[in-house]
């Protein structure tokens, strides 16, 4: 079997790596300069294995990448969309992208042969598609990858969910995905497609509504980290829900379809009130960091703030979309002094360009008077926090997930700021 895995940024590297250890693999995508890093085995975003698969793949001869249709579909079985879905500032889906260069590609791909979908597209996408070129089959499998952890989510699922119009794609989708899981859901397209929006807008609702239930505790006393364990102790509830308290979700991927359902209910004429609110709670919930030095600190004006963490994630050197890029901002708005330190960031963008990024963790908090935990990468866990707290000129953390709640615990004079804890 012969797989074109077309759109190679995050979604698309991990799926033609994974894949190929299994199939023949193609990779396409129409940015010459992104071809060029993957022929020499370097992904165009860090993620810990991938640079290692990728070269494994090119050096077998079962994975190759073009940027020309033409060879990348002339013997493909099936065309596999793995655009990660841009989305602008307020979270829309950039669907026009992914769709016209899926457009390019199917001109040169034999009639008949099957499409699978990946990326994230609304509802309906599958339906219209199939309106649109007849001569192909359509399918559609929610991708459901972590930055950081994606190797073992792809090779190691414990279900996957995909949608189709025609049983007699089955035997096909069942033979693509027998290597990386038990189990696959068939179910009917629009089901599929809608089985993503409503995963990520639960997820999203999870988060929200343990961060809300966290604020209040801090006004009564109460703990959110113990009140979350009391209810993931309920049976109905479970161990593995979405229920720390903590930072905002960041990074678009829930809050896209968190939109796109917002979106598809107006389009609809259908009045819907708890899924809107999703996202109004989560943003309000993204100054909780800001709220909380400015109630310890008073005005922000001539303090020195030390960031730790800039990435969106821990294990990749992603910024887009990352809350503490957005915190920098603020505070610099606010005429603070910024310093940062991140292990996978070199350069600053520049909307934040005169942070100062420091070379070491002790460099960014000596003299700070307020140090935030924004993304929580190993090292500060390990970092000397006896010899390194006293040189702060105030020591609070700003620690919203309690990162470094052991670390910090027992050191004199630290005041440890959390969500969920007074």
């Not at 590297?13 to 993957?38: E, K, P």
């Not at 079962?62 to 020309?68: G, N, P, Q, V």
């Not at 829900?241 to 979700?249: C, R």
Request: with cysteine; proline share 5%.
């Amino acid at each position: 079997m012969t797989v074109t895995v077309l759109g190679l940024w995050h979604l698309g590297c991990v799926t033609a790596a994974c894949c190929a250890r299994h199939f023949q693999v193609i990779g396409l995508d129409f940015d010459a300069a992104n071809i060029t890093r993957l022929n020499s085995g370097q992904a165009p975003l860090s993620e810990p294995g991938l640079n290692e698969l990728l070269a494994a793949g090119l050096a077998s001869k079962k994975l190759s990448f073009t940027a020309d249709p033409k060879i990348a579909c002339a013997r493909s079985d099936i065309l596999w969309l793995c655009y990660d879905t841009p989305v602008n500032e307020d979270d829309e889906s950039d669907v026009d992208f992914v769709l016209a260069n899926l457009r390019r590609a199917l001109p040169h791909l034999p009639k008949g042969a099957l499409v699978l979908i990946s990326a994230q597209l609304p509802v309906g996408t599958c339906r219209n598609l199939e309106a649109e070129f007849p001569k192909f089959h359509f399918a559609y499998s929610p991708e459901n990858l972590r930055l950081g952890k994606a190797l073992d989510a792809f090779a190691k699922a414990e279900r996957v969910v995909v949608g189709i119009r025609n049983e007699a794609q089955k035997p096909l989708l069942e033979k693509l995905f027998a290597p990386f899981t038990p189990q696959v859901l068939f179910m009917r397209t629009e089901s599929a497609e809608m089985v993503k929006h409503a995963l990520n807008s639960f997820l999203a609702l999870s988060i929200t509504f343990i961060n809300e239930v966290a604020r209040l505790c801090e006004h009564v006393g109460a703990d959110a980290k113990e009140v979350s364990t009391g209810l993931k102790s309920e049976p109905r509830i479970g161990p593995k829900a979405y229920l720390g308290p903590g930072g905002p979700f960041a990074g678009g991927t829930l809050a896209r379809d968190v939109v796109t359902l917002t979106k598809l209910a107006a389009a609809k004429n259908e009045g819907i009130s708890v899924i809107p609110a999703i996202k109004q709670s989560n943003d309000l919930h993204r100054g909780w960091m800001l709220r909380r030095l400015q109630s310890r600190l008073g005005g922000l004006r001539g303090k020195t703030i030390a960031v730790l963490g800039l990435t969106y994630i821990v294990n990749t050197d992603t910024l887009r979309r990352s809350a503490a890029v957005e915190l920098c901002r603020d505070l610099l708005a606010a005429g603070a002094g910024v310093r940062a330190f991140d292990p996978a960031v070199k350069q600053l963008p520049a909307e934040i360009a005169p942070v100062r990024l420091a070379e070491q963790i002790a460099d960014a908090v000596k003299g700070a008077d307020a140090a935030v935990v924004c993304t929580e990468w190993p090292e500060f866990r390990q970092a000397d926090w006896v010899k390194m707290a006293p040189a702060m000129r105030q020591r609070i953390f700003v620690d919203a997930n309690r990162f470094l709640e052991k670390e910090l615990k027992n050191l004199p004079g630290v005041e440890h700021l959390s969500v969920g804890r007074a």
